[in-house]
Structures are given as structure tokens and as C-alpha cells.
């Protein structure tokens, strides 16, 4: 739609029943796949200036266990299970090997991936994504560090409240 900052992803989301939870997920084009793992608190929709690629690409955005139409708010939120969540994806699609692309938290999970299963990974494109939190800069740990539930709606998401809790947890914080 005209003057959208994101353009509306077209289409019916699917299901991917990864055992543990269900994994929604967009599946647009055809060609390549490339497989794009959007940012913390997001979901697929993010992604939609990207719908120019589905001219040349397969186009697969999941969204994050616990995130957009996915299951599993109750499992681990962490960029290891996202990661394998991920693969499970790629699984249930028949994929052998494909291209990821990660967008901060996204960025986390596909690095990960990369790492855990490289032989799966064609090809890996991080968009603002940290390997640690030493590579942020000063203060924005503190300013994690001084984030409380207590803060957030009653009615928010369980994944959205646990965020903080994240960040004040030992020395692997955020992953």
C-alpha cells in the first residue's frame, strides 16, 4: 500500500511443525531460497521491502518461536534454539543447504547456524548483529542492565518480558 514504510507481505503464512511447536513462515517466489530470520519483538512482515527479490529468489521468513503466528512462547528463547529452529525449517522444506540472512536478534540465530551446522549455510548476510555484547557500546549494557519486568503490561507476551531478565543473566547474556 502506498506510503507504508514495510510493504505488506502477500499470501497465507504456513505452518512448519518443527516436533516442540509450530513455526509460521511466508514462503514467496521461487529460485535460490534464502531464509530470513527477523529482529527481537519483530516478526515476517518485517521483511517486505525485500519482496522485490521473490523475482529471482524463494523468499522464506519464519517468524521466531513465541513471535508473530509462531508457538513455543513457553520453550527456550535463546539464539541457539532459534538457530535450530531455523534448520528444523530448512528441514521441513527439503532444504539441503540455502542462503540465511539475519537482522539483529535474526543476525544472533543465523550466526549460530553458520557455526553449529556450516556445511547447511550457502551463504550468510548479518545486518546490525553482535557476536557478544562487547562489541555494543558504552552504556547500552547498562542501560539492559536497568530494564525490569515490572515495567512492561501485565498482558505483554512471556518473551517480551523475559528480555530483561535476558540481559542480567550470567556471563552468555543475550544468547
Known amino acids: 500500500m502506498p506510503g507504508d514504510i514495510i510493504a505488506p507481505i502477500p499470501g ?36 517486505g ?26 520453550l527456550p528463547a535463546t539464539y541457539a534454539a532459534f538457530a535450530e529452529d531455523a534448520i528444523g525449517l530448512m528441514d521441513w522444506l527439503g532444504l539441503a543447504r540455502t542462503s540465511l540472512v539475519g537482522f539483529s536478534d535474526g543476525g544472533c540465530s543465523a550466526l549460530h547456524a553458520a557455526i553449529s551446522y556450516p556445511d547447511r549455510i550457502a551463504n550468510l548476510v548479518l545486518i546490525g548483529t553482535p557476536y557478544s555484547l562487547a562489541s555494543y557500546n558504552d552504556g547500552v549494557v547498562d542501560h539492559f542492565r536497568a530494564m525490569r519486568q515490572e515495567g512492561f503490561e501485565a498482558s505483554a507476551r512471556p518473551l517480551v518480558q523475559e528480555c530483561p531478565a535476558s540481559a542480567l543473566m550470567g556471563p552468555n547474556r543475550l544468547n
Do not use: C, K
Not at 521461487?30 to 529482529?39: D, M, N, R, T, Y
Open 12 to 47: 497465507d503464512v504456513r505452518e512448519a511443525d518443527l516436533g516442540t511447536h509450530r513455526l509460521a513462515y511466508a514462503d514467496l517466489g521461487s529460485g535460490e531460497p534464502i531464509v530470513f530470520l527477523h529482529g527481537g519483538l519483530m516478526d515476517h512482515q518485517s521483511w
Open 49 to 74: 521491502n525485500q519482496l522485490p527479490l521473490a523475482d529471482q529468489f524463494r523468499l522464506i521468513l519464519p517468524d521466531t518461536r513465541g513471535l508473530g503466528r509462531s508457538g513455543g512462547a513457553d
